[in-house]
């Protein structure tokens, strides 16, 4: 590491929070009530990063010091990269934005290119894909005749569903299944949402493909998300999986609460795909009724330049090509200085991860240009301060 950042000085690193919305206090009760919940903003976060650093640098002395600040982030946490840069770039020299999906979440680019890049990242195995599609429409067939307590037994549920409501809600759980395997296809076991095996997907290709029956393989192949320690004796369908604004999953807990408001608000999370998702017209009502927001499409293209980024500089655009976020973010380089850096073998933002003997050598070749770069970014900051 030394040698990427060729000794240019002390590095301090500071953690702001998770890559969601990070509010640490004892009840929930003080977290998601309604006027206070509308400072959960991009703006609000950027203003409080800037403040919290400006702050810093007179705690520790260093207001007169060459102190030069990059920022890190992944997915989210990346967008607030970019936008950090694009607001403050008197506060911060420079920004690495991982599997950042700028584009997509300001309503550019195609709106089913996320699910479809969902789909297609199995589809190196095309009988997998056919047995998944063949066994939604068992399900949805067992659905339109209310065949209710087969799909209980077959997929193991705590509970006999009993309305269309609850069919839906099993459809969300299976799409929620094959979304995080698709994000998070590390090549070691993770528990970085929930745990999983390593190269989850290739897991789930060969458990669909064995099982003795579509439906059964399919709950065994969702198993693999959602019980791949065994301990689960079956599925709740409304614990596990939380439906929302986002139809891509808020996850749980506390930060579900938070991305469901942000993607009621600035963040555009409209993606289609061929199951029922919430139109613009749903999200607008879902949102209304929750949070007493409707949602404000264009304000992140307004706000932080959309597609028109050329005139910015100091930015790291890093993509894993296995993510389905990938697409929906920069791809190619726009300038000698904003730099798209794709890793071919790479999930959810593997660069930003710590280094793993089963890392693949795309990601590893990647870490080192993502250090060579900002090296040279802090070189010239020093220079120009000094």
């Not at 006999?160 to 590390?186: C, V």
């Not at 808020?250 to 199951?275: H, K, P, R, V």
């Not at 976020?325 to 794709?342: C, D, H, M, T, V």
Request: proline share 5%; aromatic share 10%.
């Amino acid at each position: 590491m030394a040698a990427h950042w060729l000794f240019l000085g002390f590095i301090l690193l500071i953690f702001g929070g998770k890559t969601e919305t990070c509010l640490s206090v004892a009840s929930s009760d003080l977290i998601f009530n309604i006027p206070e919940v509308g400072l959960l903003m991009v703006e609000q976060a950027l203003a409080d990063y800037a403040v919290m650093i400006t702050e810093l640098k007179k705690e520790l002395g260093a207001q007169k010091c060459p102190v030069i600040v990059i920022v890190f982030g992944g997915s989210y946490g990346g967008m607030l990269s970019v936008y950090m840069r694009i607001r403050y770039p008197n506060i911060v020299a420079g920004a690495l934005a991982a599997n950042a999906p700028i584009l997509s979440t300001a309503g550019l680019g195609d709106s089913r290119q996320f699910f479809r890049d969902v789909t297609t990242v199995g589809s190196y195995l095309i009988p997998f894909k056919d047995a998944v599609q063949g066994a939604f429409q068992k399900l949805n067939t067992l659905a339109q005749q209310k065949e209710y307590r087969r799909i209980q037994s077959v997929f193991s549920l705590c509970k006999t569903p009993s309305t269309p409501k609850d069919i839906h809600q099993l459809n969300g759980l299976l799409r929620n299944a094959f979304t995080m395997m698709a994000m998070l296809d590390y090549p070691y076991s993770t528990h970085f949402m929930g745990s999983m095996p390593a190269f989850p997907v290739k897991v789930a290709c060969e458990t669909m493909l064995n099982g003795t029956d579509l439906m059964s393989a399919l709950r065994d192949t969702i198993g693999t998300v959602y019980n791949s320690t065994g301990q689960l004796t079956c599925y709740d369908l409304y614990s596990l999986y939380v439906e929302c604004a986002d139809p891509t999953g808020c996850g749980l807990g506390f930060d579900s609460y938070a991305w469901d408001y942000q993607a009621c608000t600035e963040i555009e999370m409209c993606y289609e795909s061929n199951n029922v998702t919430l139109t613009e017209q749903q999200t607008e009502q879902y949102c209304s009724k929750r949070w007493g927001v409707v949602p404000r499409p264009g304000w992140l293209k307004t706000q932080f330049w959309g597609d028109d980024l050329a005139t910015a500089s100091n930015i790291i655009f890093s993509n894993g090509d296995l993510d389905p976020w990938a697409n929906g973010g920069i791809r190619k380089s726009l300038s000698p200085s904003l730099i798209a850096i794709n890793i071919p073998e790479g999930a959810h933002h593997l660069d930003l991860r710590e280094s793993n003997p089963a890392d693949p050598e795309s990601v590893i070749v990647a870490r080192k240009e993502e250090s060579e770069i900002i090296a040279q970014w802090v070189k010239a900051a020093r220079k120009k301060s000094s």
